[in-house]
Nanobody, 120 residues
Framework: VQLVESGGGLVQAGGSLRLSCAAS????????MGWYRQAPGKQRELVAT????????NYADSVKGRFTISRDNAKHTMYLQMNILKPEDTAVYYC??????????????WGQGTQVTVSS
């Protein structure tokens, strides 16, 4: 199983980006999924998550009202729409998911990350 993020890049403050996370491989189902980020010299932090398959969402206070998480279960893909970006949003963004590879075996996976840089 692989998680591959895409959509990162360089954007000016106030701009928008849309990140994607595509899961591939031997997937029976995907439960919780989420986005995390890690800025230089800082710990990895939660950005936004689905608490279960298509269930309720949870956002970091710093991104509420600006970021929107969504998912397409049929495509095993998750998205993060990021609007009104700020320089402090600069970080490597990681996708995380709890994936059932069979009815009774669930594992947690991380993607390789995608860089988001917001210039002032």
């Amino acid at each position: 199983v692989q998680l591959v993020e895409s959509g990162g890049g360089l954007v000016q403050a106030g701009g928008s980006l849309r990140l994607s996370c595509a899961a591939s491989g031997s997937i029976f189902s995907i439960n919780a999924m989420g986005w995390y980020r890690q800025a230089p010299g800082k710990q990895r932090e939660l950005v936004a998550t689905f608490t279960s398959r298509g269930g309720s969402t949870n956002y970091a206070d710093s991104v509420k009202g600006r970021f929107t998480i969504s998912r397409d279960n049929a495509k095993h893909t998750m998205y993060l729409q990021m609007n009104i970006l700020k320089p402090e949003d600069t970080a490597v963004y990681y996708c995380n998911a709890d994936i059932h590879v069979s009815p009774h075996n669930e594992y947690n996976y991380w993607g390789q990350g995608t860089q988001v840089t917001v210039s002032s």
